[in-house]
């Protein structure tokens, strides 16, 4: 070991400047590398820990829109008639967020789900106290998370005691479980039966709900040993009634291991949680790309200190080294640079990762780094890596003869210009791939948060609190007593919320013309303070008593329809009462941009959610004041219930927080890898001044200005990124047209973009050559000869 050791310290001690960089850049982008996989193999293996997950499935129906909504009397249809099934479960999310208080303690918000008893027999997760199985048969019994329970109750214990929901009911609490994973698509912080559901709407029709009327919950069935999903699917299907849903005939079980990556997932429910597979493969190719840059770095750099080892190689042989030794000790030197590079990238994961967690918002489990398995399997891909990139220099220096390595320092480099040229074309080619990909989905971003099709700016949303809807009166009084105060609307719509979708039929005509669409309910001030425009017909009045059971649809809900003249048509809507449209809106997105516009019914209702309230102010501080004030009037009104004011801009943006997450993973390793590129390339500069010292003071002494020995020195590289420019062009507009596929609504891959991404490309590329460039050539031309 130490005969190793000390030649390969001595080498990096001789050039300690490009050695120092290429050990920086292969650990750096090991250590990306490492955390990117981890998080990719993490999101890939979601919900893969249940006990009984390969048995779970998710009952859909990709005829309808409202595809794994189901009715609440599906799961005793099942239970009773399919053999193939051993047990059901339905789960369904709150329509408001739960508020939860202990004693006399400030209550705080939490999500909640509701589920049969037979939940826990589905889904594993560690227990800390209670029995979670018996909170799921009692009524009025609760499972919470360690994390909620900490809030609640700090380390007391938590088991048995009792807590308000949403200031009305009480709930006791039976277990307390370990948070849902991160590589999850259930997310949740309590847990309740469905009798608790059936009390909370005690003042609803709760039998509709729970029969064959309303599509209000998911359905989970475990399966047999042996049970064929597609025919249970069918079976299944079959129990519908079909007079209720006539288009119900594309029935699918989705497995739970797969769940996470089915885009249904992602609408009617605030409890699942989607992921996007194509992110994921974005991703592993950047890691790829990441080690692609080290390596051409490691090879480039390295090829360069083995040429300049030429004599100490002919040394060796007149010493008596044998090929075999030559070869070891060139395998010895690489793999212990890879090792070491390891071991650095694995110190920087356990330094930086929580940083770079907490500002990419990805989750992965850190201690799979220090797992025996994971160490193998990384010093094994490092002897593979060493093996190979030591082979080719360990081939060639063995086989030269010593007389020839002793006669020259250093051999015709005309060939390995030309393979050294090739790799930094390919860290260009990369690099304005990756520029260009940031671009445009900072651009994308931007589009759909800018053109969602009405009013963002200054309006803020205050959610009603059970103790603020009552209220209203009073609120409206006191919102128009505010000078700041321009319009205000209630309505049961917020960006990112639910949507409430609904299949009926119209009325009057000759045939019964089924309807498919989204509605909300929204008052007369609705459409002024979102800017919304009118496009036929009239809006809803507060002078008209009878414009209770009218409706406002978009454009899409008429030509998705074919009425040519929809003023005055009439359809059933919820509830089966009957809708009458009075006009039609401009088409405006109400989900995010990758959903097409859908049918859209604007009820005017007294139901509302939100109070959307339009602000206007001269500054930012005029604004900041103005809300403070507004939350404290309002506070004031809800005394038990906390009071939420969030910026409408902000929910809008938060639709696309996924992308938003994308574009922080994205540009940030895709940046380190740029940065890595050009360490590179300022190390491959260091290399060429070195090389052509002599010819610099030559030319310099014959009167070559500094500019004309600059861009000598810099052509080479302005040529590369070129070249790069013509690879990358093509390859940037395939893989950015791939991405944009999944969105409805796209931003234009405009021909800046990938003018954009070359002159950066370029800048950093003559930013990190020419500061080495013009240290060599404004050197005494007299060291340069002298040089040795």
């Not at 209720?244 to 992602?266: C, I, R």
């Amino acid at each position: 070991m130490q005969n190793i050791f000390k030649p390969t310290y001595r080498n990096f001690v001789r050039e300690p400047i490009t050695n120092l960089i290429n050990l920086l850049g292969l650990s750096v982008s090991l250590a990306l590398v490492i955390i990117l996989s981890i998080y990719c193999y993490s999101q890939l293996s979601t919900d893969h820990f249940h006990k009984n997950g390969d048995r779970i499935y998710l009952y859909s129906d990709e005829n309808r829109l409202s595809r794994i909504n189901t009715p609440g009397k599906l799961k005793e249809e099942i239970d009773l008639n399919i053999p193939g099934v051993e047990s059901t479960v339905r789960i369904a999310g709150t329509l408001d967020t739960p508020v939860f208080q202990v004693g006399d303690k400030a209550p705080i918000t939490s999500d909640l789900i509701f589920a049969d008893e037979d939940f826990f027999k589905f889904f594993t997760y560690k227990v800390i106290e209670g029995n979670p199985d018996l909170a799921m048969k009692e009524p009025m019994s609760l499972v919470i998370t360690k994390t909620l329970s900490e809030k609640l109750f700090g380390k007391e214990r938590a088991t048995g005691k009792t807590l308000k929901w949403d200031n009305d009911k009480e709930l006791t609490i039976r277990a307390v479980i370990e948070e849902p994973k991160d590589n999850s698509c259930l997310s949740f912080s309590a847990v309740t039966s469905m009798a608790a559901r059936k009390a909370s709407m005690s003042k609803q029709n709760v039998e509709v709900d729970f029969g064959w009327g309303w599509l209000s919950f998911q359905t989970f069935v475990l399966l047999k040993k042996g049970a064929d999903p597609r025919e249970t699917a069918k079976s299944i299907s079959s129990l519908i009634p079909k007079n209720l849903y006539p288009n119900e005939s594309g029935a699918k079980l989705t497995s739970l291991k797969n769940l996470y990556f089915t885009q249904f997932a992602l609408f009617n429910n605030n409890y699942l949680q989607c992921g996007d597979k194509k992110r994921l493969m974005i991703l592993l190719m950047v890691a790829a790309l990441l080690l692609l840059i080290a390596l051409a770095n490691f090879i480039n750099i390295s090829s360069s200190q083995w040429l300049g080892k030429i004599k100490q190689i002919g040394v060796m042989k007149v010493n008596g080294a044998s090929r075999s030794t030559l070869r070891r000790n060139v395998f010895s030197e690489v793999f212990f640079f890879f090792l070491i590079s390891l071991f650095l990238a694995i110190l920087l994961i356990w330094l930086f990762a929580p940083y770079i967690c907490n500002y990419t918002d990805i989750h992965f489990d850190q201690q799979l780094i220090f797992n025996p398995i994971f160490l193998a399997i990384s010093i094994t891909v490092t002897f593979a890596l060493s093996l190979i990139f030591s082979l080719i220099p360990a081939l060639h220096l063995s086989s030269s003869k010593a007389i020839d390595n002793l006669k020259r320092t250093i051999e015709p480099h005309t060939k390995n210009s030309h393979f050294k040229g090739i790799l930094v074309t390919a860290q260009f080619t990369i690099a304005i791939v990756l520029i260009a990909f940031m671009v445009l989905v900072q651009k994308q971003v931007d589009y759909g948060c800018n053109k969602m099709g009405f009013n963002q700016s200054n309006v803020i949303c205050i959610k009603l609190t059970p103790e603020l809807f009552p209220k209203k009166d009073v609120l409206i009084k006191l919102l128009q007593e505010k000078p700041t105060v321009a319009k205000f609307s209630f309505t049961s719509y917020y960006p990112g919320t639910n949507i409430s979708y609904w299949e009926t039929h119209m009325l009057g005509a000759e045939e019964k013309k089924q309807l498919n669409y989204d509605t909300f309910t929204a008052d007369a001030g609705f459409f002024e303070t979102m800017g919304l425009e009118l496009k036929i017909g009239r809006l809803f009045s507060e002078d008209f008593s009878t414009d209770v059971n009218k409706v406002i649809v978009n454009e899409s809900f008429i030509l998705e329809n074919n009425l040519p003249d929809p003023i005055g048509v009439k359809f059933s809507g919820i509830n089966f009462e009957v809708c009458e449209i009075v006009g039609v809106v401009k088409d405006f997105h109400y989900k995010p941009f990758y959903v097409p516009i859908f049918p859209l019914a604007i009820r005017n209702k007294p139901k509302a959610q939100y109070c959307l309230v339009n602000i206007q102010v001269s500054d930012y501080n005029a604004l900041h004041n103005s809300i403070v004030a507004i939350k404290t009037s309002v506070s004031d009104l809800s005394p038990s219930f906390p009071v939420e004011i969030s910026f409408l801009d902000q929910a809008v943006e938060n639709l696309y927080k996924s992308e938003l997450r994308f574009h922080r993973i994205f540009s940030l390793f895709a940046g380190c890898a740029i940065v890595i590129c050009c360490l590179g390339i300022f190390a491959m500069s260091l290399f060429t001044c070195k090389r052509r010292i002599k010819e610099i003071g030559i030319r310099k002494v014959n009167g070559a200005k500094v500019t004309e020995v600059m861009v000598m020195l810099n052509k080479d590289f302005v040529k590369w990124v070129a070249i790069a420019f013509v690879i990358a062009c093509p390859i940037a507009y395939y893989a950015m047209n791939k991405w944009l596929e999944k969105f409805a609504y796209k931003t234009e891959l405009s021909w800046w973009v990938f003018a954009l991404a070359g002159l950066i490309a370029l800048a950093i590329a003559l930013i990190t050559v020419s500061w080495q460039s013009w240290k060599a050539a404004t050197r005494n031309p007299v060291e340069a000869l002298r040089y040795e």
